[in-house]
């Protein structure tokens, strides 16, 4: 038996010089091949092995990480993984996470409205707490829908002094974002309550 037969490549008897004529490709290209067939193996298996951590990364996550937040964690197990092949076999496997739409502002100006003294002089900063103060709505994504956040913010510590969260945008909200700051105790006579021309903040 030649060397070609005794590759157990050809089980139908027909030489490897015959199959590779037929197929336009040159015998080395053929065992060059054949060689590298463990290799190959062993490299898919890693690589499945590996898709398997990034899959157990990003169900831990809830599906929000994307590539870099999962080559970050794999970094912090002490995997040395490359960040383009992390996310090369997140996209062939449609492994992604979720892309989070930032806080925008809501409020939008109520033109109708007689417009409202600017009581800070656009000077927003204070030298004591309770005295002056920012409000603003923000709205969020959540796997509810949206929801709405009204904040009161302290100008001399820049601290969050009242909120308030709902399904809705009316004056209420913003109303009791405000009642929790007044709550807290901590405002002096004559604050100031600064916010937007927006038309929730005209209904007060």
Known sequence: MDAERATGANPDGYSVARLCGVMGVGRSTYYSWLASRPAIAERQCAED????????????????????????????KGHAI??????????????????????????????????????VGRDFTAARPG???????????????WWY?????????????????????RAELVTDALKMAAGRGGLKPGCIMH?????EYNQW
């Open 49 to 76: 092995e590996l898709a398997g951590m990034i899959r157990e990364i990003h169900s831990s996550s809830r599906g929000a990480y994307g590539a870099p937040r999962v080559h970050a964690e794999l970094r912090r």
């Open 82 to 119: 490359n960040r383009k092949k992390v996310e090369r076999i997140m996209r062939e496997r449609d492994i992604r996470g979720i892309t989070r739409r930032g806080r925008r502002h809501l409020t939008k100006q109520d033109t109708a409205a007689a417009p409202a003294p600017d009581l």
């Open 131 to 145: 005295t002056k103060l920012v409000g603003d709505i923000t709205y969020l994504p959540t796997i509810e829908g």
């Open 149 to 169: 956040l009204a904040t009161v913010i302290d100008l001399a510590t820049r601290e969050v002094i009242g909120y308030a969260m709902a399904d809705h945008h």
């Open 195 to 199: 916010t937007d021309c927006g038309s």
